[in-house]
């Protein structure tokens, strides 16, 4: 277990940068998610070992290393720029880490070589390497060193599509087989699916949510995680109460909500949001509730989907609507099509 007991870190003007209680499991693979600014990477320069916080204790397995030097603790750490020697061979490169810490172990240097295939460029010069090659460099020589914990900073941002799933396919193959505890900061949804374990997103200095993988239908904790995420519609209106049913009304448009909002006093201010994949094309003659009437404003064609901006007739909203292109529509929508779309009940949150 690797145990954060409430940690603050303060920038020398005394602002709060990062302020947290939380646990990582070992042997799985967390991903922190966040905006810029948001404390993710002084996250993982306090487990590294290279700041110290303001307060606050680090317990790894057990036992307090918060004032312990960054090599005598098991953590490796990859910094986006990697920080390999452009001098050296990347044979050299490894090397240098186990002479660092006393450890020799060839064997397992030319068998991490060959799994993660830079074996043929142990006598090559850092320079004349790619970036997924460079990466892959430097996770061997974390690992060589004989440290239980990798924490990778970005480690996909600057690699093409194919290098990245690659990468990522390596990442998850090397901690199953090496029983490591993985701790990534990222701020790419799709990679962070792709590899983790558990998703923290950590906003403002402070984790607003944890989520365990795989998971059928994500909902957002609240309104700063949505936020950070996209996809999601997000509306600002009141609760109100007429003839036995509960609505969410605001500025012209009018939504029922489910039964569980009648809890909230009438005409309380809320957000609600809906994820933009889950907005419904019907037909007129279609008895749904919550149908609603408007214009296609805009239209974006993406990889793997369509955009379609729609604004509901009578109001100033414009919703998004992600269409997956495998969804088959005679005729395909057209910009200033007038057209009907559901807001299904179950699948409008409540965000504060």
């Known amino acids: ?64 290393v918060t004032n312990l030097f960054p090599e005598v603790r098991k953590f490796g750490y990859l910094p986006q720029d990697n ?11 490894v090397e240098y880490s186990l002479k660092i810490k006393g450890i020799h172990n060839q064997t397992l240097v030319e068998e991490l070589a060959n799994r993660l295939k830079i074996n043929h460029l142990l006598d090559r010069k850092i320079d004349f390497l790619s970036g997924g090659e460079i990466q892959r460099v430097a996770l061997v020589r974390s690992i060589v060193a004989g440290n239980k914990v990798l924490l990778l900073d970005e480690p996909t941002a600057a690699l093409d599509p194919a290098l990245k799933n690659e990468l990522c396919y390596l990442l998850k193959e090397i901690r199953e087989l090496y029983q490591l505890t993985i701790i990534m900061v990222t701020h790419d ?20 949510q944890t989520t365990q993988l795989p998971v059928v239908k994500f909902i957002p904790a609240n309104l700063k995680v949505a936020q950070f995420i996209g ?24 939504l029922l909500v489910e039964d569980g909002y009648k809890t909230i006093p009438p005409t309380t201010e809320i957000t609600l949001g ?9 037909k007129t003659n279609e008895d749904l509730s919550n149908v609603v009437q408007g214009k296609i404003k805009r239209i974006l064609q993406k990889q793997h989907s369509v955009l379609l901006f729609f ?21 395909p929508p057209q910009l200033g099509d007038e057209i009907y779309v559901q807001f299904p009940e179950e699948n409008l949150y409540l965000l504060n």
């Open 274 to 282: 809906i994820s933009s994949t889950a907005l419904n094309l019907v």
């Open 1 to 64: 277990m690797i145990d954060l007991q409430n940690i603050q870190y303060k920038s020398t003007k005394g602002e709060t940068l990062l302020e947290l209680d939380h646990q990582f499991e070992l042997n799985q693979f967390h991903v922190i998610l966040g905006p810029s600014g948001a404390g993710k990477t002084i996250l993982l320069e306090l487990l590294a070992g290279l700041v110290q916080p303001t307060q606050g204790e680090l317990i790894f397995e057990g036992t307090k």
């Open 231 to 254: 996809g999601y519609n997000l509306i600002t209106g009141q609760i109100l109460f007429t003839n036995q049913q509960v609505s969410f009304e605001t500025n012209g448009l009018k």
């Open 311 to 331: 604004e509901p007739n009578h109001t100033n909203f414009l919703f998004e609507i992600e269409l997956n292109h495998q969804t088959r529509l005679a005729p």
């Open 83 to 93: 920080v390999l020697f452009p001098h050296l061979t990347v044979r050299q490169n």
């Open 189 to 208: 949804i799709e990679v962070a699916y792709m590899v983790g374990d558990q998703l923290v997103f950590l906003i403002d200095g402070q984790i607003q």
